[in-house]
């Protein structure tokens, strides 16, 4: 048999219609990440005391993350994260109060 065939004839065909499914929800995955996935198949085999072989599989996907958002953050001399850059001065803002506000 040709490895089409064996993947075909695995569990009576029932591996081929896992990896099939699972395929497709990767594709679908894929496209609406815009970004790359991936299908693993992987056939063990482990011979028997008559000279057969036991052909076991196993079908994984490794599905595509959608991006994370990253936050800006400047560090100081010790290593201390901050959201306010140190090297910037800072504007001298006063609080208006309503009154002078609608002027």
């Keep these: ?23 497709a929800a990767l594709v679908k995955q894929c496209r609406a990440t815009s970004r790359a996935g991936a299908l693993m198949i992987t056939l063990k085999v482990k011979p028997a005391m008559n000279g057969e072989v036991f052909v076991t599989d196993a079908c994984d996907c490794k599905q595509p993350k959608p991006e994370v958002s990253a936050t800006l ?24 109060n309503e009154e002078a506000a609608n002027q």
């Design 73 to 96: 953050f400047y560090d100081d001399q010790d290593g201390n994260l901050q959201r306010e850059d140190p090297a910037q001065e800072s504007l001298p803002f006063a609080t208006m």
């Design 1 to 23: 048999m040709n490895i089409i065939q064996v993947l075909t004839t695995q569990r009576k065909g029932k591996f081929v219609n896992e990896a099939s499914d699972k395929l």
